[in-house]
């Protein structure tokens, strides 16, 4: 009799199941103990396996009984190491395998699975990565599943590393949201990531490698052997494990795909036609099949519409290179290739025989996917397949030594693999040719006539049909920022491939276009905020704010600058308003070019805002998981002295304009660009002079510069005059600042700001000013709470980062908190004391406490006092280093926080 499906608890017991979870494949602790099986059912399931479909859990349960057992790779001890570590730690983990398709990786993460089963709630995530709150509700009801005592880690199996991050904040949303109590060093999941990449090299993580070792050799060896016992002959066709066991080889590919050699480009029929479809899809989608029911009805015609008949026999002499499989009995059957490797040599040999790639993918567009209604995972291998770019081979570069995995994220290539191939190996026509058929095909999808107008601009050079698809995929789409971007993309480009001699009109026109294009992309991604769509909310809205709008424009102005002044050097006076357009067109030559009068006076004033924007951007933030491009600041920061360095816009033509205009040459004529003077290396001496500029125009109510200018000044070293004038707007900066300057030094009694209410006003301000454009981003740390008095406490993060020793990678510096590891910076920064409850922190300040963010979400899981430094984000004050508070110690303390009261304004008004 079987026994009743449970999981492991805590104790490693077991537990009752009591809800379905519809997007996770649950493993139980008891899986399949107690339930008998037919002989057929285990031959089957083997021979599917071994041939090259992906395995079950059945197949863990039968090599359990066979003589060898499943072969572990060398990889499986230390994956299985990293996920035991990871119990160990508090909150989420995430433990990564690294592997090439078709090395067996998702089968080593599934037999890990099974073989912790036992230890841990198992799952495999199986729903829409696009649902993630829903898939972390699952979770949390994995988790807590039969009460308190039943609480135990889930080990999830997720293979769209994408999704990590989100997942991680949607559990912890959920967690704090269920107020969920438990053991203090019990993760609530571990992730098991498995990592496809066809360059796999060495990294902290896990990686399979393609090529055995001796060991491993050894023991595939001798599952031949006993594959060969029970199977005989028919074990030479079971091409998933010979793949593997025979080390890739080409001869053995060869050898297997041979049945292909004879295809003729004429009068093919239907089987070889349905073997290059799947060939296709399975050489350039590895995971992709098709449903059986699909390959049957591209059989029926005629009489052949309601005959049974089996797809194994219909199919030969290919049927051997062909797997069907299914996950359960409810789901419909799938057909795949045996393996990507052998996908690919038969696409290779169709190509050599005159069926090229072209030829297929047209084909597979109009016969099999025309007519019919396609289920929508078969629609999204077909579009990944044209639309998907992976990423670039990474060119090793001696002289600069290994990069650093977390420095860079992959790079995309131009095209989805396929669409360069058939450039490469045909023409850019046939490629084209390909996305047009599917264009027209998918008459609802905005991504293809986007790659179709990018190839035209990019790769043909033909404008006029760039930008026709450019316009047919907004139109699909036409609330979509990302989308939009293309058509602005189009006349930049063909302003940057302008024929020679130039033609300033012909300059000036296509400029005027692509400004068009790239404003509206801007209005649009404004208008893109999260949650809060507008119209009927079904709008697919990014996690990241889209940029290219405004760089787009910036990179434009450039192009039109550097062309025009090369045409002409009166160019120059007249986009830096030196000289008016009417007066210079007799030195122009060209009376028509007054209509462009308007588009000139506008670039300045436009160049400007935009390159506040980057300032702010760059300034105030940074990816999660890299840097930001050197060439968006350097291109910005040339833009805007191109244009903008050298005359003062209309907005500061006042009192002060001549202060103003060199601020502005210097880039520090906003607070954003004084705060980045030191990553800029600006020396003391400038900075004195900036600050001295700021302190002469405070009537003009410019005083939150200056005050930045005098705290950024104070981290040169420098003496300056030390005063406070009134702060008067309510920007974040204003908040920020009154929060540096007001907040109580350690051993003070109370504080007369409500310093509660004051960060959340600067939360409320963050919100309007700069949310929606730094949505996704990393904030990084402005200013520190250091060892000091005065002024003299308030630290600059660059002063931190350059107490280090060593190059470090600031890429991940932060966010990771190993800076604080370093003994000088521990010296120079104030710890400060809190307590963690209810997964939220507060700081203890004046007797009070304030609830503060967490730099490091991970270390808000256990309820404790802690201790920690205090950083200041344009967000509010954050908690880094957050750890559990040292026993009491009579030494120093944060007396070194007093700040001398002339520094401070208490009647300040905030």
């Known amino acids: 009799?079987?026994?009743?499906?449970?999981?492991?608890?805590?104790?490693?017991?077991?537990?009752?199941?009591?809800?379905?979870?519809?997007?996770?494949?649950?493993?139980?602790?008891?899986?399949?103990?107690?339930?008998?099986?037919?002989?057929?059912?285990?031959?089957?399931?083997?021979?599917?396996?071994?041939?090259?479909?992906?395995?079950?859990?059945?197949?863990?349960?039968?090599?359990?009984?066979?003589?060898?057992?499943?072969?572990?790779?060398?990889?499986?001890?230390?994956?299985?190491?990293?996920?035991?570590?990871?119990?160990?730690?508090?909150?989420?983990?995430?433990?990564?395998?690294?592997?090439?398709?078709?090395?067996?990786?998702?089968?080593?993460?599934?037999?890990?699975?099974?073989?912790?089963?036992?230890?841990?709630?198992?799952?495999?995530?199986?729903?829409?990565?696009?649902?993630?709150?829903?898939?972390?509700?699952?979770?949390?009801?994995?988790?807590?599943?039969?009460?308190?005592?039943?609480?135990?880690?889930?080990?999830?199996?997720?293979?769209?590393?994408?999704?990590?991050?989100?997942?991680?904040?949607?559990?912890?949303?959920?967690?704090?949201?269920?107020?969920?109590?438990?053991?203090?060093?019990?993760?609530?999941?571990?992730?098991?990531?498995?990592?496809?990449?066809?360059?796999?090299?060495?990294?902290?993580?896990?990686?399979?490698?393609?090529?055995?070792?001796?060991?491993?050799?050894?023991?595939?060896?001798?599952?031949?052997?006993?594959?060969?016992?029970?199977?005989?002959?028919?074990?030479?066709?079971?091409?998933?494990?010979?793949?593997?066991?025979?080390?890739?080889?080409?001869?053995?590919?060869?050898?297997?795909?041979?049945?292909?050699?004879?295809?003729?480009?004429?009068?093919?029929?239907?089987?070889?036609?349905?073997?290059?479809?799947?060939?296709?899809?399975?050489?350039?989608?590895?995971?992709?099949?098709?449903?059986?029911?699909?390959?049957?009805?591209?059989?029926?015609?005629?009489?052949?519409?309601?005959?049974?008949?089996?797809?194994?026999?219909?199919?030969?002499?290919?049927?051997?290179?062909?797997?069907?499989?299914?996950?359960?009995?409810?789901?419909?059957?799938?057909?795949?290739?045996?393996?990507?490797?052998?996908?690919?040599?038969?696409?290779?040999?169709?190509?050599?025989?005159?069926?090229?790639?072209?030829?297929?993918?047209?084909?597979?567009?109009?016969?099999?996917?025309?007519?019919?209604?396609?289920?929508?995972?078969?629609?999204?291998?077909?579009?990944?397949?044209?639309?998907?770019?992976?990423?670039?081979?990474?060119?090793?570069?001696?002289?600069?030594?290994?990069?650093?995995?977390?420095?860079?994220?992959?790079?995309?290539?131009?095209?989805?693999?396929?669409?360069?191939?058939?450039?490469?190996?045909?023409?850019?026509?046939?490629?084209?040719?390909?996305?047009?058929?599917?264009?027209?095909?998918?008459?609802?999808?905005?991504?293809?006539?986007?790659?179709?107008?990018?190839?035209?601009?990019?790769?043909?050079?033909?404008y006029n049909l760039a930008e026709m698809w450019a316009k047919r995929a907004k139109q699909r789409d036409p609330r979509n920022s990302f989308v939009a971007d293309t058509l602005g993309q189009v006349h930049k480009n063909h302003l940057k491939n302008i024929q020679r001699p130039i033609d300033p009109r012909l300059v000036l026109q296509l400029a005027s276009k692509a400004i068009e294009a790239f404003k509206d992309e801007e209005r649009l991604a404004e208008n893109e905020c999260g949650a809060d769509t507008t119209g009927d909310g079904n709008t697919r809205v990014s996690q990241h704010f889209n940029n290219r709008g405004q760089f787009g424009y910036l990179q434009l102005c450039n192009d039109v600058f550097h062309l025009l002044v090369s045409q002409n050097n009166t160019w120059r006076e007249v986009l830096t308003k030196k000289m008016s357009l009417h007066s210079a067109l007799e030195s122009l030559g060209d009376k028509r070019l007054m209509r462009f009068n308007d588009l000139i006076n506008s670039l300045g004033d436009e160049i400007l805002r935009k390159s506040a924007f980057f300032n702010i951007y760059l300034t105030y933030s940074k990816p999660k998981l890299n840097d930001d491009p050197d060439y968006i600041s350097r291109d910005t920061s040339e833009c805007y002295k191109n244009f903008v360095g050298s005359y003062p816009s209309e907005c500061f033509k006042r009192k002060g304009a001549v202060l103003i205009r060199k601020l502005e040459r210097k880039l520090v004529d906003t607070s954003p660009r004084v705060l980045s003077c030191l990553e800029r290396e600006f020396n003391g001496s400038d900075l004195k002079e900036v600050t001295t500029w700021w302190e002469q125009i405070l009537l003009q109510k410019e005083s939150i510069s200056y005050i930045v200018a005098l705290v950024t000044l104070r981290n040169k070293s420098s003496e300056f005059k030390q005063k406070m004038p009134a702060i008067l707007d309510d920007s974040p900066e204003h908040h920020m600042l009154a929060l540096l300057l007001c907040w109580p030094a350690d051993g003070e009694a109370r504080c007369l700001l409500d310093l509660g209410e004051l960060i959340q006003r600067m939360k409320r301000s963050f919100e309007v000013a700069y949310e929606n454009h730094l949505r996704s981003r990393y904030l990084r740390p402005l200013f520190f709470m250091g060892n000091g008095k005065g002024l003299d406490r308030i630290v600059h993060r660059t002063v931190l980062e350059q107490n280090q020793k060593t190059k470090q990678d600031w890429s991940n510096n932060w966010i990771g908190e190993k800076i604080f590891r370093d003994p000088e910076v521990q010296a120079r920064l104030v710890k400060v004391e809190g307590v963690v409850r209810s997964y939220r922190l507060f700081a203890t300040v004046g007797g009070k406490e304030i609830e503060l963010e967490a730099n490091n979400q991970d270390s808000l899981w256990r309820p404790r006092k802690v201790s920690f430094y205090l950083g200041f984000t344009i967000r509010g004050p954050v908690a880094f280093a957050v750890h559990k508070k040292p026993p009491a110690n009579k030494g120093k303390t944060g007396n070194a926080l007093e700040l001398v009261s002339t520094m401070r304004h208490r009647d300040m008004r905030c």
């Open 1 to 462: 009799m079987a026994s009743e499906p449970s999981w492991p608890d805590a104790q490693s017991g077991t537990l009752e199941t009591q809800h379905p979870l519809s997007l996770l494949d649950v493993l139980h602790a008891n899986q399949f103990e107690g339930q008998s099986f037919t002989p057929e059912l285990f031959r089957q399931t083997e021979e599917s396996f071994y041939s090259g479909a992906p395995p079950t859990w059945l197949n863990f349960h039968i090599s359990e009984q066979s003589e060898s057992g499943f072969i572990k790779r060398d990889a499986y001890a230390p994956l299985v190491e990293k996920v035991r570590d990871s119990r160990r730690k508090i909150g989420i983990s995430t433990v990564k395998l690294f592997h090439q398709p078709g090395c067996g990786g998702t089968t080593l993460a599934m037999k890990v699975l099974w073989d912790l089963r036992k230890e841990f709630k198992c799952a495999v995530m199986t729903g829409s990565t696009s649902n993630v709150t829903k898939v972390a509700e699952e979770v949390v009801q994995l988790f807590t599943a039969g009460g308190r005592c039943s609480y135990n880690t889930v080990l999830l199996l997720v293979n769209d590393q994408t999704v990590l991050e989100n997942l991680k904040d949607a559990v912890r949303v959920k967690i704090a949201k269920q107020q969920v109590h438990f053991a203090p060093k019990m993760p609530v999941v571990i992730l098991l990531s498995c990592v496809r990449k066809d360059e796999v090299q060495h990294s902290d993580h896990v990686v399979l490698q393609k090529v055995l070792s001796e060991h491993e050799k050894h023991n595939f060896n001798a599952k031949k052997e006993e594959l060969c016992k029970i199977y005989a002959e028919q074990c030479d066709r079971f091409h998933g494990f010979n793949m593997i066991q025979k080390d890739f080889s080409p001869a053995y590919v060869e050898e297997a795909c041979s049945v292909f050699k004879p295809t003729k480009r004429a009068n093919r029929p239907r089987k070889t036609q349905l073997a290059a479809f799947l060939s296709l899809l399975n050489a350039y989608v590895p995971d992709s099949f098709l449903l059986e029911s699909q390959c049957r009805d591209f059989f029926h015609h005629g009489t052949d519409r309601h005959r049974d008949f089996s797809l194994k026999d219909r199919m030969q002499p290919f049927s051997h290179l062909i797997v069907t499989f299914q996950r359960d009995e409810r789901s419909d059957k799938k057909v795949r290739m045996a393996h990507p490797l052998i996908a690919r040599r038969c696409t290779e040999l169709m190509a050599e025989s005159g069926v090229t790639r072209s030829d297929t993918a047209r084909n597979l567009l109009t016969r099999l996917c025309r007519d019919q209604v396609l289920p929508l995972v078969v629609v999204g291998f077909v579009k990944d397949m044209l639309t998907k770019r992976g990423p670039k081979p990474k060119q090793r570069n001696r002289t600069k030594g290994p990069i650093n995995a977390m420095q860079t994220q992959d790079d995309p290539e131009r095209y989805a693999r396929l669409i360069l191939e058939i450039q490469r190996m045909e023409s850019g026509k046939e490629s084209a040719s390909v996305l047009k058929v599917a264009s027209n095909l998918f008459d609802g999808d905005p991504f293809i006539p986007q790659a179709l107008a990018r190839f035209y601009y990019t790769e043909l050079k033909d």
